[in-house]
């Protein structure tokens, strides 16, 4: 009988607990399959730079470098190695974070060894790029998640930009979706079956973020023991997505543009330049326009990211989307944490439609998968997403189940939005994202007493 590959998988199990590598070792190689150790997370970036593997298994908590560290940092390494996480915290607010970092599965600990191998196996047959990052990327990839033509709009846009090789400069609120778009130009363009690395120069302080881009020799400055490659060389013949572009400091955006230009890089401390080819996807909430008139930002580099620019709807300018989104989050929640179907009944869903979604997409699915684990019988209620500054719904102001009337939904939002900034029209406006001249129009075609709304005080 033929070897079943997965006997011979590669597996690297990372771990500061002797005993938990000594059990996880012995119960693993019983079932076949071939095992790298290591007792902490520095230590499984080097295995990962050796041998490809498989499927790695790794604490959550661990000191120096946590799990999550671990993962971000494997990312660049082996983009696409599936990840299942050990905690000892094995609380739905640990799961969803872990998967929300691209792991594929976690356990807590103490686990049954059966049921890691089980996991682990169900992995394997799927494949190193089916993760749950991508269910959750199924709300971009597929247009008949949303229904609001500025996003049909977007999609026939991206399909269009993601057959060339030009740089892109994607702009959006935070939430909005920025980096979700950017992994979907990768995966519909030619590059796709190579490396998608992401840099999030928001986060990484400035003194780092070189050496992060561009790698270093060993001894260029105190700590370099070694030589480290940079991200801009591991994305090469792949795509290289730089988040939060607008934080970058002068020098770094002079030596940026020069790889733009040329499409080389020296690595700090070295004298030699190396080619790389990979293609640069930006993206910024960012008005770089007005970084560029203050002085902030290179004129220069701006034109240079900018060759095509995919801008980002805010949610509450799509309000078409947000019944279809909030069914396919609360989907994809079940699906990944094997709880009971949930229903959304369409009070529910005119509550949400209601909402401004300051935190656009990612607030909304926050709220969804908050809901679910709050809500009672399987039924989410408005009340369940415990929703800052939203109103709930008064059974006056609310449709009765069997209704579809858009005008009566929309006219109870008003209400509502009113009794919440006390009948004052110039702050409701501002809450349901609208206009002054708006809200003004809408109040006196539903004949919206909205004197005696401030009258009671909302």
Not at 169 to 196: C, T
Not at 208 to 230: P, Y
Not at 367 to 377: D, F, H, P, Q, T
Request: glycine share 8%; net charge neutral; aromatic share 6%.
């Amino acid at each position: 009988m033929a070897e079943n590959c997965q006997d011979s998988a590669k597996i690297l199990i990372v771990d500061d607990d002797l005993h938990v590598l000594e059990v996880l070792e012995a119960r693993l190689q019983s079932s076949g399959f071939r095992i790298f150790r290591a007792e902490n997370g520095h230590t499984a970036l080097k295995l990962l730079k050796d041998q490809k593997m498989d499927l790695m298994i790794s604490d959550m908590k661990m000191p120096d470098l946590s799990g999550m560290g671990v993962l971000e940092k494997a990312r660049t390494i082996q983009p696409g190695l599936p990840i299942i996480f050990l905690t000892a915290y094995g609380t739905i607010p640990d799961a969803v974070k872990a998967v929300k970092a691209g792991a594929v599965d976690y356990l807590a600990k103490p686990f049954d060894g059966r049921d890691l191998v089980q996991k682990m196996r169900n992995v394997l047959d799927r494949g190193p790029h089916t993760t749950v990052a991508d269910d959750e990327d199924s709300v971009f990839n597929d247009s008949k998640n949303v229904i609001s033509p500025k996003m049909k709009e977007l999609f026939r846009l991206v399909e269009r930009v993601a057959q060339s090789e030009v740089n892109v400069l994607i702009l959006g609120e935070s939430g909005a979706g920025k980096e979700r778009i950017a992994r979907l130009v990768h995966k519909l363009s030619a590059r796709a079956k190579n490396p998608y690395v992401v840099v999030d120069c928001g986060s990484t302080p400035s003194g780092l973020l070189e050496s992060e881009l561009f790698g270093h020799v060993k001894g260029a400055f105190t700590h370099a023991v070694q030589d480290k490659k940079g991200l801009i060389e591991t994305a090469d013949k792949g795509t290289l997505f730089l988040d939060e572009i607008g934080n970058i400091s002068h020098e770094m955006q002079i030596r940026l543009l020069r790889f733009l230009e040329d499409r080389k890089i020296r690595r700090v401390g070295d004298l030699k330049e190396n080619t790389v080819d990979c293609r640069v996807i930006a993206a910024t909430n960012a008005d770089l326009v007005e970084y560029i008139r203050n002085g902030d930002f290179r004129e220069d580099l701006y034109y240079r990211l900018r060759v095509v620019t995919i801008s980002i709807p805010r949610l509450n300018e799509r309000k078409e989307d947000i019944p279809v989104l909030a069914k396919l989050f609360a989907n994809n929640f079940v699906k990944h944490h094997g709880t009971q179907p949930i229903q959304i009944p369409s009070q529910t869903l005119s509550y949400l439609s209601g909402y401004p979604w300051p935190g656009n997409v990612r607030e909304l699915k926050n709220a969804i998968e908050a809901g679910i684990v709050l809500c009672e019988g399987n039924v989410l209620k408005p009340q369940d997403m415990q929703l800052p500054c939203a109103p709930m719904p008064d059974q006056g102001d609310m449709q009765s189940e069997d209704s579809f009337s858009l005008e009566q939904t929309e006219r109870n939002t008003i209400i509502r939005a009113l009794k919440q900034v006390g009948g004052v029209q110039k702050e409701a406006a501002k809450l349901l994202g609208i206009s002054r001249r708006a809200i003004h129009y809408k109040i006196k075609k539903y004949e919206i007493d909205s004197g005696s709304i401030r009258a009671k005080g909302g």
